[in-house]
């Protein structure tokens, strides 16, 4: 494979889920090898240290064929993910009883 199809991840936001239901947000910071990144987690209150994660990694899916890692090409555009995510879901009712004219 040649090496813009891996630089295509360097600067990407992303959003990565965890099995308990939570998940973290960061940045691909730039290419370390062949198929492996340096990424940075986001932090509450301190930079986080680069870490390295295969393009293998980023590729897996959960048992229902969910993928966990999602990338976006701006803050913005993750940001927006993350909002309708942590949306409270509104239960819509729907009448099963047609109603009498």
């Known amino acids: 494979m040649?090496?813009?199809?891996?630089e295509t991840?360097?600067?990407?936001?992303?959003?990565?889920?965890?099995?308990?239901g939570s998940?973290?947000?960061?940045q691909v910071i730039r290419l370390a090898a062949?198929?492996?990144?340096f990424?940075?987690?986001d932090g509450n209150e301190?930079?986080?240290?680069?870490e390295l994660v295969s393009i293998?990694?980023?590729l897996e899916t959960t048992e229902e064929e969910y993928k966990l890692w999602r990338?976006?090409?701006t803050i913005e555009e993750r940001d927006k993910w993350i909002e309708w995510l942590d949306a409270p879901s509104k239960p819509r009712v729907i009448s099963l009883v047609r109603p009498t004219k």
């Open 23 to 26: 998940y973290a947000t960061g």
């Open 34 to 37: 062949e198929g492996l990144y």
């Open 9 to 20: 991840l360097t600067g990407m936001y992303f959003t990565v889920d965890d099995p308990d």
């Open 46 to 50: 301190v930079t986080l240290p680069l």
């Open 2 to 6: 040649n090496n813009k199809v891996f």
């Open 56 to 58: 293998g990694e980023m």
């Open 71 to 73: 990338f976006f090409d």
């Open 39 to 41: 990424v940075r987690f």
